[in-house]
């Protein structure tokens, strides 16, 4: 069973919008801080952004700061990334990832959705 499975990727013009969801299931996810990563073509793969296990802390890269909206739902096991003003560069396979708690490594991976930006 996948712990992690997204959803909302696809494609979109540039300027646009997408929401990615992020689905968890057999875990403990409020315990659990969850992250996205994406990787473009012949790129290594990159941090976007995590949120705590409680949601009160948010974290971004400097790339996508003032665009990108990490959000979770623990009732809903859910993790959310709203993506707004999207540029070319931002097309990658994107990843959400859990860190337990007091671990330093996201353990939790899903299996990644494609997000194209066309200019």
């Known amino acids: 069973q996948v712990p992690l499975v997204e959803s909302g990727g696809g494609l979109v013009q540039a300027g646009g919008s997408l929401r990615l969801s992020c689905a968890a299931s057999?875990?403990?996810?409020?315990?659990?801080?969850m992250g996205w990563f994406r990787q473009a073509p012949g790129k290594e793969r990159e941090f976007v952004a995590a949120?705590?296990?409680?949601?009160?802390?948010?974290y971004y890269a400097d790339s996508v700061k003032g665009r990108f909206t990490i959000s979770r739902d623990n009732a809903k096991n859910t993790v959310y990334l709203q993506m707004n003003n999207l540029r070319p560069e931002d097309t990658a396979v994107y990843y959400c990832?859990?860190?337990?708690?007091?671990?330093?490594?996201?353990?939790?991976w899903g299996q990644g959705t494609q997000v194209t930006v066309s200019s």
């Open positions: 949120i705590s296990r409680s949601g009160d802390g948010t």
């Open positions: 990832a859990g860190r337990r708690i007091g671990e330093s490594e996201y353990t939790y």
């Open positions: 057999g875990l403990a996810f409020s315990w659990v801080h």
